[in-house]
């Protein structure tokens, strides 16, 4: 006789795991960049044994331990460190793509702050009048960024953008329109021989001290600024290094040296005490509008538009140069 017995129940082993929470993930992460329980609860604004109680509630979810904890240090199992270095990723683009949504759904609104170096031209205001014109719900800031720290801004977040000199060349950072090329001058004494020219070859430049932007500026950024050497192969001296460009428009005036400037730079700051003499043969100065890859937002992207739109491009606006 076949009998039928109770139904079939599902095991545990068979249900499917519980969802995975945020807060959770962002507590590892924190917790794995501090590997200390008591600023790990500071950053989140949670108890020390809410931050146990995350991190074991993790560590049930996957199934083993992430972290090792002992009485004098904290630190991740060889399980957690590569669960951290495949978490990261997924939870900055996770976290982005909900902050596109808010921005979204919000529409352009808050602060915008805008770097610039130099001197913010024409062009540049046009695009923030652009930019106001169609979301006036956002405020704009103008700051200048150190003549000689041409990226520090963007990654300290006290920029949102930056329209900083050419080229760029850092893997963190991104860069948009591309625009404003302009012959370069050169600014020098007026006492200098070089004063009464009325054009100068970029050979002509091995006879002169070339005063530079100093430190944090790239190595590749102030050599194009301030090359080591004419096109030709012909030595170019090195002079001081500056931080501002005010500091380098006063060694100039005291003959310390010369400074390449772009032509509208050299017109917004002429003095009676300098000379600017176009220099052939160098390439153009070029501005690029420049952010952090990991902050863009809504604002942003609405900024980078007006800019394109407003801004004559120039040859290899697509890349960095």
């Known amino acids: 006789m076949s009998g039928s017995g109770p139904p079939a129940t599902t095991t545990t082993a068979h249900r499917?795991?519980?969802?995975?929470?945020?807060?959770?993930?962002?507590?590892?992460?924190?917790?794995?960049?501090?590997?200390?329980?008591?600023?790990?609860?500071?950053?989140?604004?949670?108890?020390?044994?809410?931050?146990?109680q995350l991190l074991r509630a993790l560590e049930s979810r996957i199934g083993a331990r992430l972290v090792d904890r002992t009485s004098r240090r904290v630190r991740l199992t060889p399980l957690g460190e590569e669960f951290r270095m495949s978490l990261r990723p997924a939870y900055d683009a996770l976290r982005a793509t909900v902050e596109r949504a808010r921005s979204a759904a919000r529409g352009i609104e808050g602060r915008l702050?805008?770097?610039?170096?130099?001197?913010?031209?024409?062009?540049?205001?046009?695009?923030?009048?652009?930019f106001h014109r169609r979301h006036p719900a956002c405020a704009t800031q103008i700051v200048e960024i150190p003549l000689c720290d041409p990226f520090?801004?963007?990654?300290?977040?006290?920029?949102?953008?930056?329209?900083?000199?050419?080229?760029?060349?850092?893997?963190?950072?991104t860069l948009g329109p591309v625009f404003s090329a302009q012959q370069q001058t050169l600014a020098v004494s007026v006492r200098h021989p070089?004063?009464?020219?009325?054009?100068?070859?970029?050979?002509?430049?091995?006879?002169?001290?070339?005063?530079?932007?100093?430190?944090?500026?790239?190595a590749y950024w102030r050599a194009a600024h301030a090359p080591a050497a004419t096109p030709q192969g012909r030595p170019i001296p090195a002079g001081p290094r500056v931080s501002t460009l005010q500091e380098g428009l006063t060694l100039t005036a005291a003959d310390r040296g010369g400074m390449l400037l772009c032509r509208p730079t050299a017109d917004y700051h002429g003095r009676r005490d300098i000379a600017f003499v176009p220099v052939a043969g160098l390439p153009d100065s070029v501005l690029g509008l420049v952010h952090?890859?990991?902050?863009?937002?809504?604002?942003?992207?609405?900024?980078?538009?007006?800019?394109?739109?407003?801004a004559e491009p120039a040859e290899g606006s697509t890349k960095a140069m």
């Open 152 to 173: 520090g801004a963007l990654r300290s977040g006290t920029v949102d953008v930056a329209v900083t000199l050419l080229p760029m060349a850092e893997p963190d950072l």
């Open 194 to 218: 070089l004063a009464a020219r009325a054009t100068i070859t970029a050979e002509d430049l091995a006879g002169i001290a070339l005063i530079s932007p100093g430190d944090p500026a790239p």
């Open 16 to 52: 499917p795991a519980p969802g995975l929470e945020l807060r959770e993930l962002e507590c590892f992460l924190v917790l794995s960049e501090e590997l200390h329980f008591g600023r790990t609860a500071e950053r989140l604004y949670v108890s020390q044994s809410r931050v146990s």
């Open 292 to 310: 952090h890859t990991e902050r863009e937002t809504a604002r942003v992207r609405a900024f980078r538009t007006a800019v394109t739109e407003i």
């Open 113 to 130: 702050t805008i770097g610039f170096q130099g001197t913010a031209d024409d062009r540049i205001m046009r695009a923030i009048d652009a």
